[in-house]
Every structure is written in structure tokens, then in C-alpha cells.
């Protein structure tokens, strides 16, 4: 390992940026970052930053996705951080679809057994994974860009924001919200970085509503609360570390609904909420920033204390199709 993790570190980046780029490390005096966009097809980009930076260090959202071409010539330390929806274990009894059984399968198909650690977001999934003898580095909180909690003087001038694919049940029910009197901004692709979060920070509600009638955990609702809009959201999986949220929860296959997100705008400056909103951002800056997510971690890696990615034999339950 470079002795350069044990002082300044350079660490690529490498993740699709109208995806991640709201998760993304911006770098500190710590750590220089070096962002490469990427999602599919040539390596080019990628070795041209790391002929050009010469980083300690990789990193990569959706490490499925990196070439082997990159995973075998890199020397350094390779970290992955798994997005996708993988099946889960809630309360003993096994929870997933085909869809579940198929990212699952499609990641394990690929080069991230290339990778050194693996992180996954959603810790529902730990007991199935190593039940089949698939074993992360740790499942940490999400990794919010640490220009989320940059405070701003902005005008809360949309009442309700929705970002994320626009499937058919998310369309029927976003179109209950188009009818109503109120200022709403519905962004299926396009905006990133900068642009997203002045979105944001312009909201009043930030509403999460799943892509398919199934519960899950939805980084979605950090970057809300981080930006300091109210969260309206249906039902997700919580995690551990999310302790005492300011979420309003909702149930869509109710018209109650509606109301309930249009009084969360109504309300949206009552004294009280805006303290306990203030409050949670704030804790999530401790527990998410990505620049102390990757301190934190490249200080356990030059520690020999991060526990290594490891795949053993994967029996028939893989492949399973639900």
C-alpha cells in the first residue's frame, strides 16, 4: 500500500454523476479527490486520471460497472460502494423479487470480486448475503456530498420536490400533486450536482415515493433532510443509525395522502419543525459526510482494520428468482 495513506491521499473517484454525484467526496485537507464520470463503456477516461493524478486510492459507485481493464492494472487500494436492491431479511422472513434476485446476481457476475472492500447501503440485506457466503466490508450510512449541509440564503420557493425515475406508479401518483395549487418540481434526469441542490435547498417538501409498490430504503430522504426540506415519505426500511428522523410517513395507497403532504407544506416554517430539522441535518453531517466516510475508511484500510471483500462458494440460493 502507498505510504501516501497514511498522509495526504489521492483517491479517483470513479460513479455515473447524475447519479451519485450527490453521495461523491468533494475532497478536504485531508484527501484530494478526483471525480471521472463514468457509467458505461470506455476505460479511457479513467486511465487518463490515473496516468495524470497518480491516486493512492480508487473508489467507485456502482462497482459493477468498472472495466476489468482498470481493476487489473490498479495497484492501490479498490473500494466499491453497492447501490443496487438485493434481497433482504426482514424480521426472519426473506424479501425480494425477481428484480432483487437479479441486480444481485448481475453484481456477483462481474469483476467486483477485483475489488479490495465493498460497502452496501442497505444493512437489511447483511444476513441473506452471507447466508450465501457473500461477506461486505461494512454497511455504513449512505455518503452525502458535504455541499448538501453548506448553508444558504435561499427563498423556499417550491412547495413539493420529487426527484427519480418516473415509473408508471410513480407517474399515477404524481399526477395527484400536479392537480393541486401549490408549486411542485418533478425531475426525472438531466439536473446534477450544483443545479440539484439549489433545487433543494429551494424546497419545502421533498417527497419519496417507491419506484414499484415494494418497500425500500431511498437515499432520496437523506439528501431532503440534509438540504433542510421537510421529508414526506412511504414506508422504507429504516436503518439502525437512523435514530429519532423527522420523517412524515405516508401511506399512498390512501388519498389522506395528498392532505397530509400539502399540510406538511403549509407548515413547513412552524418553529418546532424547523428546529427538529435543523437538528437532523446536522446529525447527518457527522454520520454521513462523504469526505469523513472517506477518511474514516482509507484510516482503517492503512490500519489493517477494515475487514476485506470476500465471496465464498455461492450455493443454488443465488441464482434464485423469488
Not at 444558504?152 to 406508479?169: K, N, W, Y
Request: hydrophobic residues 40%; charged residues 25%; proline residues 5%.
Amino acid at each position: 500500500m502507498s505510504s501516501k495513506l497514511n498522509s495526504t491521499k489521492r483517491v479517483i473517484c470513479i460513479g455515473h454523476a447524475p447519479y451519485f454525484g450527490l453521495h461523491m467526496p468533494t475532497g478536504d485537507e485531508r484527501t484530494e479527490v478526483e471525480i471521472v464520470d463514468f457509467y458505461h463503456g470506455d476505460d479511457t477516461a479513467i486511465f487518463n486520471c490515473i496516468e495524470r493524478f497518480k491516486p493512492d486510492a480508487m473508489f467507485a459507485f456502482r462497482p459493477e460497472l468498472v472495466p476489468p481493464s482498470v481493476l487489473l492494472s490498479f495497484s492501490g487500494p479498490k473500494i466499491g460502494f453497492s447501490s443496487e436492491i438485493f434481497p433482504k431479511m426482514i424480521e426472519n422472513i426473506r424479501v425480494g423479487d425477481k428484480t432483487h434476485y437479479d441486480k444481485q446476481s448481475f453484481f456477483l457476475g462481474t469483476t467486483t470480486r477485483y475489488f479490495d472492500y465493498m460497502f452496501h447501503y442497505d444493512v437489511a440485506s447483511k444476513s441473506y448475503l452471507e447466508s450465501i457466503g457473500v461477506f461486505m466490508s461494512d454497511f455504513p450510512p449512505y455518503p452525502l456530498s458535504d455541499q448538501l449541509f453548506v448553508e444558504d440564503s435561499v427563498v423556499r420557493d417550491i412547495d413539493i420536490l420529487f426527484i427519480g425515475r418516473i415509473s408508471e406508479r410513480r407517474a399515477r401518483l404524481l399526477e395527484r400533486i400536479k392537480k393541486l395549487r401549490c408549486r411542485a418540481v418533478v425531475i426525472d434526469h438531466g439536473l446534477y450536482g450544483r443545479d440539484i441542490i439549489n433545487l433543494l435547498k429551494r424546497s419545502k417538501v421533498v417527497l419519496n415515493l417507491h419506484a414499484e409498490d415494494h418497500i425500500s430504503f431511498e437515499p432520496r430522504v437523506l439528501i431532503g433532510a440534509a438540504a433542510g426540506a421537510q421529508v414526506v415519505t412511504e414506508a422504507i426500511h429504516t436503518p439502525t443509525w437512523l435514530i429519532d428522523d423527522p420523517f412524515l410517513r405516508i401511506d399512498a395507497k390512501k388519498d389522506e395522502w395528498v392532505e397530509a403532504t400539502m399540510e406538511c407544506v403549509a407548515s413547513f416554517s412552524h418553529l418546532l419543525q424547523s428546529e427538529r430539522r435543523h437538528r437532523f441535518a446536522a446529525d447527518l453531517a457527522q454520520k454521513c459526510s462523504a469526505n469523513k466516510f472517506l477518511n474514516g475508511y482509507l484510516d482503517q484500510i492503512a490500519d489493517g482494520r477494515l475487514p476485506r471483500f470476500r465471496v465464498a462458494a455461492i450455493g443454488d440460493e443465488a441464482g434464485q428468482n423469488g
